[in-house]
């Protein structure tokens, strides 16, 4: 089944500490995103990518990195400059031109 | 950049009974309309979208929205709702390069 998977499901760590999360897509999809949800806030774009070994910075990209070594991958890193970095995150991807996004089924946070 | 308004956080409504989720959008050129949904811990699902065309747009649960360029509105309705509806609703407004901006959420809740 063609689809995204992102993993963790559920993450635990102590404040101070990096982590990354996972986004494996095997759509054959051009363009992947990261965004986190906040209750209430919708979505918010934090990375984006539309080819290899590019991407581009959405609304709040500080303190989050990311890379796009392959087409399949984009691992998004929470680094500890990111201030408030409890939330729930989602992967998606689409094909390049005004399509919609396929959504992983997302990575909870939780920062201690 | 475009935006997106959700007119309301939480619309509860009883089982069987018609519902109206309100969708309002800014934008200074041609867009791409959606309407996601998101049960508990998942990701989103794409509900149905309006690219062009018909801009009355169907799902095959029974949803529909509407395409209104002079309100600015893409307003998503049921008829008869049922009580696996409740889940939360997310509009989204994208243009031609793929910048997909999101509402934040209308929290449907179906009660018997």
């Known amino acids: 089944d063609g689809g995204i998977t992102q993993s963790p499901k559920y993450l635990f760590r102590k404040e101070g500490q990096n982590v990354t999360l996972s986004c494996e897509q095997n759509l054959n999809h051009d363009a992947m995103y990261w965004y986190r949800q906040d209750p209430g806030q919708g979505l918010r774009l934090i990375y984006y990518s539309q080819i290899v070994n590019d991407f581009q910075k959405g609304d709040i990209a500080e303190g989050y990195s990311v890379s796009r070594e392959k087409k399949e991958s984009f691992p998004l890193t929470v680094t500890s400059a990111q201030k408030n970095p409890t939330a729930f995150y989602l992967c998606a991807s689409s094909i390049l031109t005004a399509g919609e996004l396929f959504f992983g089924e997302g990575s909870r946070l939780t920062v201690l | 950049a475009q935006s997106v308004t959700q007119l309301d956080s939480q619309v509860p409504v009883f089982e069987e009974a018609p519902v109206e989720l309100r969708c309002n959008y800014s934008?200074?050129?041609?867009?791409?309309l959606f309407w996601y949904v998101q049960y508990p811990n998942q990701g989103l699902q794409l509900l149905l979208k309006?690219?062009?065309?018909?801009?009355l747009v169907e799902s095959i649960n029974g949803f529909e929205a509407e395409f209104n360029k002079s309100q600015t509105s893409f307003h998503l309705r049921k008829p008869s709702v049922h009580i696996s509806d409740t889940a939360e609703y997310f509009c989204?407004?994208?243009?031609?390069?793929?910048?997909?901006?999101f509402g934040a959420g209308t929290r449907l809740t179906v009660k018997p």
């Open positions: 309006y690219l062009s065309g018909s801009t």
């Open positions: 934008s200074s050129v041609s867009v791409y």
């Open positions: 989204a407004v994208s243009d031609y390069n793929n910048d997909m901006r």
